[in-house]
């Protein structure tokens, strides 16, 4: 079955779903926007939608999927109406600019029985997927400890956008908004952590939240190491780098190298994900597109299913309070983070 889409917002990310969703045949039906150039970029990548002026011209379509692309502050407001009308949900990264916001995401979206997704599609790397199975068969032995970077590079121009690093629409700075993912794909290769460590600072004056930050990870019996920033000229490919008793794995950007008694590449990826156009990772939204709805279609649960993606929301909430109290440790919450494969059934709350 087409799934009629209805995209929520019309900014910096929304041309890549609007380019994955096309290349898995949906049908955009819709794009809510009031910038008149966002509308004409969104006119070129689907000519077919209706430039819609309101969430509530978007409850009146006909449509079964809504992909919600606002700033993060409005993600709970705007999932909760369309949840209320029976539309399943993709979200673009975080769920929200809070964690207590993301749980109820989750909490409204599985009381009113819509399916839900959030676009954390660094795990649809070639590289993830082969590292995920290395790690399950043991290949590096016992994992021991972890080194993340990810170095970014973004201009004060970048920054210039209204509410772009503050608090109030974000959520936060580099962390939540960029490092995200890297961390996101570290957690689901690794598994929960028990308490973080963290230290924040900025480079530039009028930047409100973090453009750099360093994080300590517990996660009982290994621990990893985080730094991210958007002051490291030019900027880089990320890495995740795991040290097992048994051998090592490394994924820089889009590819996999196993360290042992020697070193050899096992996928030679060559996408630059490094810079602020999500466009470069087209084909990861592809992978995540197929999977959601694919997964929906059969009644299961995606691997970016909404619920999982309170497990790294859940470590920048403890992020952001060890840093605000002194780099004291904070706890990480304990809320269920499993993936939910029930299938659910939608109805319009209308």
Sequence with gaps: MTRRVVVIGAGLASAAHLTALRAVGADVVGVVTRDEKRAAAARRLAPEARILPS???????????AVVVTPPSSHL???????????DLVIDKPLAASL?????????????GVRAA??????????AGRARQLLADGVIGTLRSATVTV?????????????????????????????????????????????VVAATATSRGRLEAEDTIHLLIDQGTHAAS???STASWPGGAETIHLF?????????????VLIGDGARTLVDGSVDASGPDPLSMTAWFRSLYEDVLTSWAAGAAPLADARSGLR????????YRSAAAGTTPAVVSEETHDIVSEERESACQS
């Design 226 to 228: 985080v730094t991210a």
């Design 151 to 195: 170095p970014l590079w973004r201009p004060d121009s970048y920054y210039a956008a209204a509410g772009r690093g503050t608090w109030d629409r974000d959520g936060g700075g580099v962390l939540i908004t960029q490092a995200i993912h890297t961390l996101d794909l570290y957690l689901s290769l690794t598994g929960p952590a028990r308490s």
């Design 244 to 256: 097992g008793d048994a051998g090592q794995l490394r994924l820089v950007g889009d590819s996999l």
């Design 100 to 112: 207590p916001d993301a749980q109820a995401i989750v909490d409204v979206a599985e009381r009113t």
């Design 118 to 127: 959030v676009t954390l599609q660094h795990r649809y790397k070639e590289a």
């Design 55 to 65: 969430l509530d011209a978007a409850e009146a379509l006909d449509a079964d999927t």
């Design 312 to 319: 790294v929301q859940s470590v920048i909430d403890a992020a």
């Design 77 to 87: 407001a705007v999932a909760s109406a369309l949840a209320e009308c029976g539309l």
